[in-house]
């Protein structure tokens, strides 16, 4: 049955806001989405983090955790505009959860702590946003707590993450007499009742009328300077009229030379509907978005969001309900309706899409069909993965799916009982359909299915889901870290000839390589490494054809998942190949592959390496009278301490810590602190791993 949240028959896609809450764990975006969905009309209570009563944290272990771990698509209807809405996890272990909803939103609310301002993973979903160009306005949440204060707030976005903030409201009251909101581009007034209710509007306080009239003169004066239509009223007049003000902040936000910034607490249920009103005003619709591009047989292609264009579609999650196996899809062009059939063009594999649904959580409602801008799930697809494309089997493309971070922790996962062997490998395939940033593989030497992931929490969740999900009792084994191995002195001219003659055609392949350090050579134990693989060529006159550097490059690739010494797989290394020679007949792509395989193994050797080891920058906030106790105690993780910060009895201390002194550390903080510690990381890359982590590398 269509639901007054469906697409009506041309619907225009300028009415549709497509958008995620991004936030530090604890910083309200779970909140900020219950009191949207109540605001709204969809929900006619209040749920509440610490009840367990939310709509998008239904997971059990959500709700247990009092965390949000899933991304969780909701939708709701606001002043003639639907609003689909993805709560995002806050905690750092669940960051592809975010990468993946980013990929496919339009725009985002960030939010942050009136007390904390930017905290760290604050400042990680922010860079994952901007390596997406999502639009984003800032919500200054928990106006209410004591030592809230909305310009150091402010401050702190203007100084971590470098944007320009326009704040747009001016609080009435602070901490707990924090009461409404001053509009200051139509200079009113909001205050909301105690006894709750809507806000009600009226005059700007005579106390803040000159505050009032100085903000909104600045403000005026930052926007005019960013915004060239603007710019020219300001000049002429002084000033900038409601509408003007308001179509400059909507350009603002959408070129991203802006950042619209409002505040309010949303546990008192207080500054939502504004919040509301900035999401229709400011963020684009999907037809503000530039048009999504794709390719096809090595040409690039661009889809409108219209639904008479080509269906094309991108899968972003996969979740297995007791409706069946759901594949999440953001419609970028056309329309697709139930029973048709799509391509995978990745695989070339063909499906048919069964029900089209729009999904309010744990809740589903049927749709006929879907179009350009929706986010929906569907029912059928059995091969689809988060990432994708799926499209109009007359019309092939193929987008660019989200990326996805490597894993640097590792458990040991074993069924208690052997007839549950069979039903343990099903449940960890499903794992990973549903969750990529999960990775499972056998140990090359004892024979264990290994589980690896991005932390300790992450990989909690994914055994407590074999556990209770799929009903299975396993073993689990200590975590282990992932290892890798770099270079910190290369080698040049290094020379290999790979020659092959066992009958017919043979195999010939000449390459002079360099192999030197991406980063610095010489990085400090503690001090993050430079990752990742560099290839280039500087070899002229033809003496090895283009097609065969390609394929010199992958072999070097294929090289890399096997270091020389520790066996770790290899980054942070440079490769350029500086000479080389060909045979007229029996040189081939496979050859030079085999070449740059077998030559970058052996220049490996020549050269000095080291171990890496994961670290983490770590900002722990503890009382006074325990830091030096922390302090010590991160001395003896090997951290490298970087700043502390001291503000209302309290130390906020940011340290880069190898990740595998991490394990359990959550339990030892709250001894040393009397509960009263806690501790938030996020992924730093690697360092040079202690000469104990370097087994089987040679002496330097």
Not at 15 to 34: P, Q, S, W
Not at 99 to 116: H, T
Not at 276 to 305: I, N, T
Not at 369 to 384: H, Q, S
């Amino acid at each position: 049955m269509r639901t007054h949240l469906s697409h009506q028959p041309g619907e225009p896609g300028t009415a549709v806001r497509n958008l995620g809450i991004l936030a530090h764990v604890d910083a309200g975006k779970t909140t900020v989405t219950e009191r949207f969905l109540f605001a709204a009309g969809a929900t006619h209570k209040r749920g509440e983090v610490h009840d367990g009563t939310t709509v998008t944290d239904f997971d059990p272990q959500e709700r247990d955790r009092g965390i949000t771990i899933f991304a969780a698509a909701v939708s709701c209807s606001w002043a003639g505009h639907r609003i689909d809405l993805i709560d995002t996890p806050g905690h750092v272990d669940f960051a592809d959860e975010v990468e993946r909803s980013l990929r496919v939103l339009d725009g985002a609310i960030a939010v942050f702590d009136a007390v904390a301002g930017v905290e760290p993973q604050s400042e990680s979903v922010w860079r994952q946003a901007d390596r997406y160009g999502v639009p984003r306005i800032a919500f200054v949440n928990k106006l209410d707590r004591a030592g809230a204060d909305v310009d150091t707030a402010v401050a702190s976005l203007r100084e971590r993450l470098h944007p320009a903030p326009l704040l747009v409201q001016l609080p009435i009251g602070a901490e707990d007499r924090f009461t409404g909101v001053v509009d200051l581009v139509r200079t009113r007034a909001l205050v909301w009742p105690d006894a709750g209710g809507p806000a009600v509007e009226g005059p700007v306080p005579a106390e803040l009328r000159d505050e009032v009239a100085d903000r909104r003169a600045r403000l005026a004066e930052t926007v005019a300077g960013l915004h060239v239509g603007a710019l020219e009223e300001f000049c002429a007049t002084g000033t900038l009229t409601p509408a003007t003000l308001t179509a400059a902040l909507r350009d603002l936000t959408h070129s991203g030379d802006g950042v619209v910034v409002l505040c309010g607490s949303a546990y008192r249920n207080r500054g939502i509907e504004p919040l509301l009103d900035a999401v229709v005003a400011y963020l684009p619709s999907p037809l503000d978005v530039p048009a999504v591009r794709g390719v096809h047989d090595g040409a690039e292609q661009e889809r409108a969001a219209d639904p008479a264009e080509p269906f094309t579609a991108l899968a972003f999650k996969v979740q297995t309900t007791a409706r069946g196996r759901l594949t999440f899809l953001r419609v970028y062009a056309g329309t697709v309706e139930r029973g048709d059939a799509v391509l995978a063009p990745g695989t070339g594999r063909r499906e048919r899409i069964g029900r089209i649904l729009r999904v309010q959580a744990d809740r589903h409602e049927e749709l006929d069909r879907a179009v350009a801008g929706d986010i929906v799930a569907v029912v059928g697809l059995k091969a689809a993965l988060p990432g994708t494309t799926l499209c109009d089997p007359a019309a092939p493309i193929v987008l660019e799916p989200p990326s996805a971070a490597e894993p640097v922790v590792s458990v040991r996962v074993e069924a208690r009982r052997d007839t549950d062997t069979g039903r343990l490998a099903t449940a960890l395939v499903r794992l990973v359909e549903e969750d990529p940033s999960l990775v499972v593989r056998t140990d090359g030497e004892s024979g264990q299915t290994l589980l690896a992931g991005r932390g300790e929490l992450h990989l909690e969740v994914a055994v407590e889901r074999l556990r209770g999900a799929h009903g299975l009792d396993v073993t689990v084994g200590r975590p282990a870290v992932a290892h890798r191995e770099t270079v910190v002195r290369g080698v040049s001219g290094f020379v290999y000839r790979h020659v092959k003659q066992d009958g017919g055609a043979g195999q010939f392949a000449h390459v002079v390589l360099d192999v030197a350090p991406l980063g610095e050579p010489e990085a400090r134990a503690g001090t993050p490494a430079a990752t990742g693989f560099a290839f280039a060529s500087t070899v002229t006159g033809g003496r090895v054809p283009q097609e065969y550097v390609r394929a010199v490059e992958a072999g070097c690739r294929d090289a890399l998942a096997e270091g020389p010494h520790a066996g770790h797989p290899v980054t942070g290394v440079r490769v350029t190949l500086t000479d080389g020679a060909t045979h007229s007949r029996d040189s081939s792509e496979q050859a030079f592959r085999a070449a740059g395989r077998f030559g970058l193994r052996e220049a490996l050797r020549a050269c000095a390496t080291v171990v890496l080891e994961p670290v983490a920058e770590v900002t722990v906030t503890v009382p006074l009278d325990a830091l030096g106790a922390v302090l010590g105690d991160l001395a003896a993780r090997r951290a490298a301490v970087s700043g502390t910060v001291t503000r209302a009895g309290t130390s906020a201390v940011t340290a880069t810590v190898p990740l595998a002194a991490l394990f359990g550390w959550a339990t030892r903080l709250r001894g040393r602190t009397g509960g009263r510690g806690t501790f938030t990381t996020r992924p730093a890359g690697y360092a040079p791993a202690p000469a104990s982590a370097r087994a089987g590398a040679p002496a330097r």
